[in-house]
């Protein structure tokens, strides 16, 4: 793009901004319109009585469990678990013993990767 054009697209975008705020804060500040009802039929006011809630007896805020023995037999001991040695590390190859191939350049960046056997 050329720098005419990317200018045009920069201001095209900040005016249309500018107008969709300008159009916004018009419609948030401006004061709200109330229609009045078509005809007077419509509105009926009627008059009611308010209703006593119904009587109700006040309940306990407490309540009496029961007494209960839970009975239960002893379990039987458990075979000590028997310990089992632990399996010797992983003996790792020395350098004299492995068979590396030259190393070789990487086909992106720089430095060379080797790989041995």
Known sequence: MTKTRTTVLAGAVWMTALL?????????HRPPTVQPPKTTAALQLVRVEPVAPPAVEPQPQHFVLPTIEIVSHIARPVAPQLRTAAPPPPVEPKAREL???PF???EQGTGG?????
């Open 113 to 117: 990767v080797q790989v041995c056997d």
């Open 104 to 106: 070789k350049p990487l």
């Open 20 to 28: 969709s705020s300008g159009a916004f804060a018009y419609v948030m």
């Open 99 to 101: 068979h590396c191939r």
